[in-house]
Structures are given as C-alpha cells and as structure tokens.
C-alpha cells in the first residue's frame, strides 16, 4: 500500500507570495492532518479535515488554510508568506477518528524556504 | 490545551546498552500516546503506541510505559544499534467519540548510538 505523498518536496518563495502545498493521504485514509515543523518551535498542529470538512483547528493565523477533496486528497494554503513561515510542513493520514483517535501516518513533508 | 513536555533533548548511548525517553502532559484528557522516529529528510515514523487502558506495551526491542495518574509516559529501547540513531518524538492526543486527531507533540529526543 503506498504512503502519504507530498507534491512539491522542495519550494522557494518570495515574501508576500502566496503557496499551495498538496497531501495525498493513504488509500482508504478519509482524515488527512497538517503540522508545521520548525526547529525553535517543533512539531505543531495547523487543522485536521474530514469528509471535507475541517474538524480541529490549531493555533495559526488565518493566513493558513486548508480543503479537502471528495477523494480525501487535501490542500493547504499560505498566503502573504513571511519569513517565519519557512518550515518542513508536513501531512499526516488517518482512518476515520471516528470511534476514538487512530493511528496518524506521516508524509515525507514539504520544505518551504521564504526569503 | 495540551503541554507535552520530553526529556532529555539529547541522548548519546553506546550500542547494545538501553536507550530511556521520558515525556509528561498536562490534559487529564488525553489517553493515546503515540512514539515517533524520524531520520534526517524524513517525515516522522510511527513506531509504537499506547491506549490509556493499558500500562505498558512491547514491541520486540521498544516499549512505552504509561503512568495516567502522575501523567507521564516514557520509551524504552533495549539492545540499541546505530540504526536506531534519530530524533524520537512523544505525542499526546484526547481519544473519544468524534474528537477526530488532534496530537500535541514533545519538542523531541535526538538519540545517537556510538558503535
């Protein structure tokens, strides 16, 4: 069964530019998570979305946004980047959470470096 | 919401010997308990994990040990091998009804097992 996929790997932007970043969670997975990871700050939760819909939602400005689609593919969006946004942004698939939390399974991310 | 506390931030041992990892969190809420490993340019890796109803769990060389009252858990990797070299994370996450997934991540443990 494939893992969680991430496009692009690698990205550079510009201050001010905006970002799309993609998550194709693993086949039969409806929940797909997303985390920004940074050296001073960690691992931390950006939202969850499930059936479309956005579940949980972390402590980030709205600058940060997110969708589903139908397929449980998700995007996440960042716009007027700073450059404190530079970080490893990473996705993470679950079954359902559902009856109770499942087991998270992690994509290899996507480096974003804004300068 | 959640604080997940990890100690130590760095941990050096010789192979073979026993590697401990100790976290703490703050939400009585929270009963699932996930370990993760992630080498360099990876994603995290999910290597074990524990439910609030169980106190310990094994799995081969790794083991997790929970305490719901004083509000630790702790990963425990015997026999080390240099392979085991990476940086180990704790999670906590409350688990019931329809909660979805929403992990609250240790600041993580970088381990090195010297040949």
């Known amino acids: 069964k494939a893992g969680v996929t991430q496009t692009p790997r690698y990205l550079i932007k510009t201050r001010g530019q905006q970002v799309t970043l993609s998550c194709s969670p693993i086949?039969?997975?409806?929940?797909v998570s997303w985390y920004q990871q940074t050296p001073g700050q960690g691992l931390q939760f950006l939202f969850e979305?499930?059936?479309?819909?956005?579940?949980n939602k972390g402590n980030f400005p709205g600058r940060f946004s997110g969708r589903q689609f139908s397929n449980s593919r998700s995007e996440m969006n960042v716009s007027t980047l700073e450059l404190g946004d530079s970080a490893l942004y990473l996705c993470?698939?679950?079954?359902?959470?559902?009856?109770?939390?499942?087991?998270?399974?992690f994509g290899p991310g996507t480096r974003l470096t804004v300068t | 919401g959640e604080n997940v506390e990890q100690h130590p931030s760095t941990l050096s041992v010789q192979e073979g010997d026993s590697a401990v990892i100790k976290c703490t969190y703050s939400?009585?809420?929270?009963?699932?308990f996930p370990w993760y490993k992630q080498e360099l340019g990876k994603g995290p890796q999910l290597i074990i994990d524990i439910r609030s109803n169980v106190g310990e769990k094994k799995d081969q060389r790794i083991a997790v040990t929970l305490n719901k009252t004083a509000k630790h858990f702790s990963l425990h990797i015997t026999e080390t091998q240099p392979e085991d070299s990476a940086v180990y994370f704790c999670a906590a996450s409350p688990d019931s009804l329809n909660t979805g997934n929403q992990f609250y991540f240790g600041t993580g443990t970088s381990l090195t097992v010297i040949p």
């Open positions: 939400d009585s809420a929270s009963n699932y």
């Open positions: 086949s039969g997975h409806r929940s």
């Open positions: 993470a698939s679950s079954l359902e959470g559902l009856a109770g939390v499942d087991e998270q399974y």
């Open positions: 979305y499930f059936s479309e819909t956005q579940r």
